[in-house]
């Protein structure tokens, strides 16, 4: 009976290591903080209605911006303890806290890379990234709403719940999967890996991702069904293009990972074979499955920044998008190639000679549409009148980053240069020059473009620029060494090597860099402090601070709950900019239908995030009861008719008038 | 830009070329640029023809881009304004026929090198090759000779100038990679699997082995040794390998070895179990199938 309610968990299994405790206590501390912080403002009932049960999609994706920014301070810590272990953890170092070499046992060290990965990538990037889509593609397009406000809302709070989830294990006990970010079998399996640390990686991934699936069909269909009238599909933003893209990508990936999540789940749970080592199970299917869904992600998180570029690009040389179809087919060669690419991960596996290069070649192809985009950004800004702002900035550094990781990229497409490079730190440090100098700051870059609209008042100019400088420098002084060091034979994911081989002078070089970085971030927290301290002088009064082209200028900074008053009529392909030529025309309001707030998220989420923790410890009465709360919310917001309300033409009026008054 | 960004930048550039020339220039630390045997060497100098096509675009672009931050900025009163312009269809010729010449050249390459330098392809060479059998456990790498029927841990010997024919598979292990970086690319280890790969070292030297992908807490120490001598050291070597006092590798004292250890010494074993491979290789295949079953 006890085997029943409680499963796998008993006292023993609670956390009793210093990091598990220190986390445990850092989360208490946070909560209770901001616990008693809400009760002596008396904002709890304000917290849950106005901000919890919203359905309002800028108000989601600022939630999605602060988990993802949370998430990207611890993903960020653990980054630090692997780049202090690689540093000091030589094979004659003494050990200190328990470890052999180092302050890491080689298992902790296994789990706190693995963490960094999964953290960085599905809470961190995604987590942004849906942010800024949330809060700006509805304005591009002219939409009041997305197509599916509540799905909108679950999907973030189903995101919210695999956060929670796979930091549950500094509260619970267990620990992280040591098995690198994609958890490869046969490594994830029984026979290696008999932890929580693998059941928690595949609940949280499988709770969140199905929060992903639904938010990528809600942004495909809102793009393809909720334009302005008059926005025909070539006259969408870049960015709204790119993230329809991008959700595309989503929509078509996400079903190959849950499945191959449920696979493994089937050999961990009920003893079956798909990937084991014995009875015909097949390790090499995993790898196939796990890049067919991998690489494709990858780009996920590239292909809507490279349309916040385009944006920005556009908006600081004051000049139309050069090249606007060639930039569309160039995504869509991106997003269409990227299904033909995986088996570049493994070259190694000995697939023959034929194979590799036909998908080292289809690779290679994904440099030609790259190229021709950033080609276009620069003439883009030819014959233009470039402002430099901080945005501006962000782009040149991601142009001088993304060509050298862009090279690296090429480089290992080849199947003979990758035998001598795969799995090393200039694999490593390679990726990191993608997902950091082009994804990171693109999301940095859009976050300044966009925060005046958002929050009503703009960044700090001189320590955003600041911020720039020391990130650049701290991103090529720790990344350029460990290309280095891949090129020396040292490979990735090592918690110790013997001095002999040199490397600890560069590895100690890198860990100076991580602490670049850190004050870069540092510098980025003081920017939104002083420029939160110094809201007023730099109001955005006008809903239009950049002098900008597409949709999202032509209301407030912030917009009203229900972003525009009349719905704007489309003629051309930078229709703000084309009003603005033309000057204000009369206003007619109309009423307005609008999402009502809705609880349902959250408790199906709570639900989920109940049985995904039950699964893990095979606490199966606590599982039976998350899946029955699912479907009886479910099923209770299905039979749910009174979803909306409408606001009356005169209470727009009212609440139009008294925004002009306070801009005034 | 005000002066101090463009100084930042100029130093910036000099940092990346003295880091570069540091690479290019730098000793036998960097293995991969410093090899020892003839597949290394033509990895290498793929990646060198390859970086060099892509330099001949990637440098005007940086130009360009340096040009046109420099140029077309809000200060420059004297520059030309089109705020209007934005289609060309010659220049967008121009734009993807660039990139495209460049990739074609990289795709030719692509496919010649990597049909040239696969790793099942055998060395020429007027030397009679040698096979080596390579067994991936936890921690440690098993070679077994089946030609010389000796057998050792972590370290593989064989002569110089002689192509060595690898043969691989592993126990019991997660998925593994082979690497002598100054010998030659990597290949995985898999364990019910049997992979190949061929490398040759030019002259007499000891290079370091190493595993590659990630399999349980002994990784980062599941290093070898990798020995190049000259015939006759060869000879001699496994002449004193085979004296009796050594143990002997068969089913019972392989299954021993391959539980799990850590940081295991150069161990030698006199004699080997005929197939002892081969049945390695096989042990998971349910009895009575072959390998065409699969």
């Known amino acids: 009976m006890e085997q029943f309610i409680l499963g796998r968990l008993t006292w023993d299994s609670l956390p009793h290591e210093w990091f598990t405790l220190g986390g445990t206590g850092a989360f208490a501390t946070i909560l209770l903080g901001v616990a008693i912080f809400l009760t002596r403002v008396k904002r709890w009932k304000w917290l849950w209605k106005e901000w919890l049960t919203t359905t309002d999609p800028k108000k989601i994706g600022i939630m999605y911006l602060i988990i993802a920014f949370l998430m990207f301070l611890r993903g960020g810590l653990d980054a630090v303890m692997i780049w202090l272990q690689q540093s000091i953890g030589t094979s004659t170092s003494p050990g200190y806290l328990g470890a052999t070499h180092g302050y890491l046992s080689a298992d902790h060290f296994q789990q706190i890379f693995t963490a960094h990965g999964d953290i960085m990538v599905f809470f961190v990037t995604m987590g942004f990234l849906f942010g800024l889509i949330n809060l700006i593609v509805p304005l591009q397009i002219g939409a009041r709403d997305l197509a599916f406000p509540f799905l909108n809302s679950l999907g973030f709070w189903l995101y919210f719940a695999g956060v929670v989830l796979i930091n549950m294990f500094f509260v619970l006990g267990g620990q992280f999967g040591s098995t690198g970010w994609l958890a490869v079998a046969p490594l994830s399996e029984l026979q290696f890996n008999p932890g929580v640390g693998v059941d928690y990686w595949i609940w949280s991934l499988q709770v969140s991702g199905v929060g992903t699936l639904i938010g990528g069909i809600n942004f495909v269909v809102t793009i393809l069904k909720m334009r302005a009238p008059g926005m025909s599909l070539m006259r969408m933003p870049m960015f709204t293009w790119a993230s329809l893209m991008g959700m595309i990508l989503v929509v078509s990936i996400f079903p190959i990972l849950a499945m191959t999540m449920a696979l493994l789940t089937l050999d961990r749970y009920l003893g079956m074979h798909f990937f084991t080592l014995d009875n015909g199970g097949n390790a090499m299917m995993y790898w196939n499955l796990i890049w067919m869904w991998g690489h494709p992600e990858v780009y996920v998180l590239i292909i809507p920044v490279f349309g916040i570029y385009s944006e920005i690009v556009s908006t600081f040389a004051q000049k139309k998008v050069f090249g606007y179809t060639s930039l569309i087919v160039a995504v869509g060669a991106i997003t269409l190639l990227s299904f033909s690419v995986w088996l570049h991960h493994f070259y190694t596996m000995g697939a023959g000679a034929d194979v590799n290069a036909f998908f080292g070649i289809m690779t290679m192809w994904i440099g030609i549409p790259t190229g021709v985009q950033i080609i276009n950004w620069l003439f883009t800004m030819f014959r233009g009148k470039i402002i430099f702002k901080t945005p501006i900035y962000w782009f040149f550094g991601f142009v001088s980053t993304f060509t050298f990781g862009g090279m690296a990229g090429l480089l290992m497409a080849l199947p003979p240069v990758d035998f001598q490079i795969h799995n090393t730190l200039f694999l490593v440090a390679h990726f990191h020059t993608m997902i950091v100098g082009g994804a990171l700051f693109g999301i940095f870059a859009g976050f300044t473009y966009w925060f005046p609209k958002v929050f009503g008042f703009k960044l700090n100019e001189r320590i955003g620029k600041y911020a720039f400088w020391t990130w650049l420098v701290g991103f090529f002084v720790s990344f350029v060494p460990l290309y280095i060091l891949g090129m020396m034979g040292a490979v990735r994911r090592m918690d110790t090597y013997s001095p002999s081989l040199g490397w600890q002078q560069l590895f100690t070089v890198s860990l100076i860099g991580a602490g670049i970085i850190m004050c870069a971030v540092g510098l980025q927290i003081l920017q939104l402090i002083v420029s939160i301290r110094q809201r007023n002088q730099n109001r955005d009064l006008t809903g239009d601070p950049w002098n900008g082209r597409s949709l999202e200028w032509a209301t407030s900074s912030p917009p009203p709950f229900y972003n525009f008053a009349v719905i704007p009529e489309v003629h051309s392909r930078d229709p703000f900019w084309e009003m603005k030529k033309e000057g204000k025309k009369p206003i007619k309001y109309e009423d307005i239908e609008l999402p009502k707030n809705t609880p349902m998220g959250i408790y199906i989420s709570g639900f989920a995030f109940l049985f995904g923790l039950a699964m893990v410890w095979h606490a199966w009465l606590f599982a039976i009861i998350g899946i029955v709360g699912i479907i009886c919310c479910v099923l209770l917001r299905t039979f749910d008719e009174d979803t909306e309300y409408v606001l009356t033409a005169a209470e727009v009026e009212k609440i139009e008038k008294k925004n002009a008054k306070r801009y005034a | ?294």
């Open chain 2, 1 to 294: 830009m005000k002066t101090l960004s463009k100084g930042i930048i100029v130093i910036f550039i000099f940092i990346d070329v003295i880091l570069f020339g540091k690479i290019l220039l730098a000793g036998k630390n960097i293995q991969v640029l410093n090899p020892k045997g003839i597949i290394a060497l033509q990895e290498r100098d793929v990646a060198f023809v390859a970086l060099f096509l892509m330099l001949l675009i990637i440098i005007p672009v940086f130009i360009w881009a340096f040009y046109v931050g420099t140029t077309y900025h809000e200060g420059n009163k004297w520059a030309k304004y089109t705020p209007e312009w934005d289609h060309s269809t010659k220049l967008q010729i121009f734009i993807w026929a660039f990139p495209i010449s460049i990739i074609c050249l990289l795709c030719v390459l692509n496919w010649v090198t990597a049909h040239k330098l696969d790793p099942s392809v055998a060395i020429a060479s007027t030397n009679k090759p040698i096979t080596i059998q390579v067994v991936a456990t936890r921690w440690k790498w098993v070679f077994i000779y089946p030609q010389q029927k000796i057998a050792t841990v972590n370290l593989v010997e064989f002569p110089e100038n002689t192509p060595v024919h690898f043969e691989l598979s592993a126990s019991d292990t997660p998925m593994n990679s082979f690497w002598i970086p100054q010998l030659g690319g990597q290949i995985y280890a898999m364990s019910g699997m049997s992979t190949q790969t061929h490398l040759m070292a030019d002259s007499v030297g000891s290079y370091r082995g190493e595993n590659t992908e990630i399999n349980g807490a002994g990784y980062a120490e599941m290093t070898f040794t990798a020995q190049s001598v000259t015939q006759n050291d060869f000879n001699n070597w496994v002449t004193s390998v085979k004296q009796s006092s050594n143990p002997v590798l068969n089913l019972d004292t392989f299954n021993k070895l391959a539980q799990p250890s850590q940081d295991n010494p150069v161990t030698y074993y006199s004699s080997t179990q005929d197939n002892l491979f081969t049945t390695i290789v096989t042990k998971y295949l349910a009895p009575g199938k072959g390998m065409e079953g699969m």
